[in-house]
């Protein structure tokens, strides 16, 4: 019941966030996930591309976020050993979720 | 004067009320003044595996997450030192690329080492200092390159990429002898 309040009210300040900047958008805000952490403490996992340059990926309950990995000249990290269109490593450890995926 | 005074108070406060709440803020602006309509986005910081920064924000439903670069293009990372640097005057003789049996010998043992910290892959970039011309610097941070690579795979390294770089990347300028000397070089990029 309790739970379900705090649901409630959570949707309810997602619902006005458009309008107001009070969010703190460093932290994930989901209500429903379990997660609640700052999003400085998520866990990535490597995706390969079609063309097989790697990704970070981080499954964060319901937000999603990859970024390119680099080396530190900036260039990609292509010619990976790992399967294309594949992703490896803890990249769901944030969510609590039952993804259908 | 009055009037004046007035309408700089006005202004004080719209740009006090923008501040503070963006949406709110009127479309229509006291002259001079201009209004940006917008919605406050302060990213925090994601380190990646690498040490690498990512700028992340999570806005309740939607998450996004961009790279934290230098204007140069250069990823910003705490990882401090690169994995490896083979400073060139230990390894190679002036304009050559050939690496003595004691050289490879140890950078065989770099990368074992390496590997067994965990390292999948590796990528080789070679450097130069400024002396001779650009393209025989490429050339010749190519050839160096290739031959770490080839010490690295003699020992069962992936190496997953080789750069030359020549004098376009300098660690330092190229104002000193050892200045030179530091830039005279070949990376070592290691990959888990």
């Known amino acids: 019941m309790l739970m379900r309040k705090t649901l409630v009210l959570l949707a309810a300040a997602a619902a006005v966030s458009g309008c ?32 097989g340059c790697e ?5 964060d309950g319901l937000e999603g976020y990859a970024d390119l990995r680099r080396t530190p000249d900036g260039k990609p990290v292509c010619n990976s050993n790992l399967p294309r269109n594949v992703a490896t490593g803890p990249f769901k450890s944030g969510s609590t979720f039952a993804d259908p995926l | 004067m009055l009037t004046y ?3 700089k108070a006005i202004a004080l406060a719209a740009a006090a009320a923008a501040a503070l709440s963006i949406a709110a803020a009127p479309a229509s602006a006291q002259s001079g003044q201009r209004t940006i309509k917008g919605e406050r986005y302060v990213p925090t910081i994601w380190v990646d595996p690498d040490g690498c920064e990512h700028w992340v924000m999570d806005d309740g439903a939607e998450g996004f997450m961009t790279p934290h670069v230098t204007p140069d293009g ?4 705490r990882r401090g030192n690169i994995c490896g640097v083979v400073p060139a005057d230990q390894f190679f003789a002036t304009d050559k690329h050939h690496i003595n049996a004691a050289g490879r010998q140890r950078l065989g043992e770099f990368f074992q080492q390496a590997k067994s910290n965990g390292a999948r892959a590796f990528v080789i970039a070679g450097h130069t ?4 011309s650009d393209e025989y610097n490429i050339r010749l941070s190519e050839r160096r390159a290739h031959a770490v690579a080839q010490a690295g795979r003699s020992v069962g390294a992936r190496i997953s ?29 290691c990959l888990r």
């Not at chain 1, 990704?55 to 499954?59: A, G, K």
């Not at chain 2, 200092?129 to 001779?132: G, H, I, L, Y």
């Not at chain 2, 300028?173 to 070089?185: E, F, K, V, Y």
Request: glycine share 6%; proline share 5%.
């Open chain 2, 129 to 132: 200092d400024s002396r001779a």
């Open chain 1, 20 to 51: 107001t900047d009070a969010f703190d958008k460093t932290r994930d805000q989901h209500a429903g996930d379990g997660s609640s952490s700052h999003l400085s403490n998520m866990t990535a996992g490597i995706w390969v591309d079609p063309q």
């Open chain 2, 161 to 189: 990429d080789v750069r030359a770089y020549g004098e376009r990347d300098p660690r330092v300028p190229n104002t000193s002898a050892g200045n030179m000397a530091q830039n005279r070089r070949v990376e070592i990029y």
């Open chain 2, 74 to 77: 250069k990823p910003v990372c």
């Open chain 2, 5 to 7: 005074k007035f309408d």
């Open chain 1, 55 to 59: 990704h970070w990926i981080i499954d």
